[in-house]
């Protein structure tokens, strides 16, 4: 499994933009970038992903490097309800690894009104 | 109407005796998962199921027993509970023809209490 460095914490005001980077060096080239965010004491819930071009859907927006080593997660106005531990997962669909989601560490980002 | 629900969302017991966890999805999707999150809230998966049959067993010890009666239900039994049992458990469930969009829908878990 590819390895993921992601800040331990970041901190946003609500209304502003929210840029939640990820690094993942080691990701193969059939990985594709999840992202889930977990809000508190609930499931994770699915955000977004992509492979190699930028992707927006209605909660989110991933910008994936050209190189795939690095990719960050936009959420265009925060939210107090965005609170959350957020979870970048290069994932590999093929085979039975299906639905195995490695999750790290996360960022927990803290929304302020 | 919940897509995946789990009971109990609280279960408090004594080390050494047998429970279970009932998830149930209403999203029509064929395959199925167990994860623990830890008391440092690490996410790990321990099973998936699909079609009802087991597809990933993470090295979980034999005491976890998963049990797939039908597509739509995987229970999670467990046999002499220890204290190091205690976690929140989340089913999940997805579907596996959906090709790629790796988008899971996760309950809002079970907290387990070994005392």
């Known amino acids: 499994d590819a390895k993921t460095t992601q800040p331990n914490s970041m901190e946003s005001n609500e209304e502003e933009p929210v840029h939640l980077p990820c690094n993942h060096s080691t990701i193969s080239g059939t990985d594709y970038i999840h992202w889930y965010r977990q809000l508190p004491s609930q499931g994770p819930e699915y955000v977004i992903h992509?492979?190699?071009s930028n992707v927006n859907n209605r909660m989110a927006s991933l910008a994936i490097a050209e190189d795939r080593k690095s990719s960050t997660l936009i959420l265009h106005r925060a939210t107090l309800r965005d609170a959350a531990v957020y979870y970048c997962i290069p994932w590999n669909a093929g085979g039975t690894s299906y639905g195995k989601l490695t999750f790290g560490q996360g960022t927990i980002l803290t929304v302020h009104p | 109407d919940t897509a995946v629900s789990q009971t109990p969302k609280y279960l408090v017991t004594q080390m050494g005796n047998d429970k279970s966890i009932k998830c149930e999805q209403n999203l029509g999707h064929d395959t199925m998962y167990w994860y623990k999150q830890d008391s440092k809230k690490f996410l790990k998966i321990m099973f998936s199921?699909?079609?009802?049959?087991?597809?990933i067993n993470e090295t979980v010890p034999n005491r976890f027993s998963p049990k797939s009666p039908d597509k739509a239900h995987l229970n999670l039994h467990i046999n002499s509970l220890e204290l190091g049992d205690s976690a929140v458990y989340f089913c999940?469930?997805?579907?596996?023809?959906?090709?790629?969009?790796?988008?899971?829908?996760f309950g809002e878990g079970s907290r387990l209490t070994v005392l």
């Open positions: 992509g492979l190699t």
């Open positions: 199921y699909n079609n009802k049959e087991l597809i």
């Open positions: 999940a469930s997805s579907r596996r023809t959906s090709g790629i969009t790796g988008e899971l829908f």
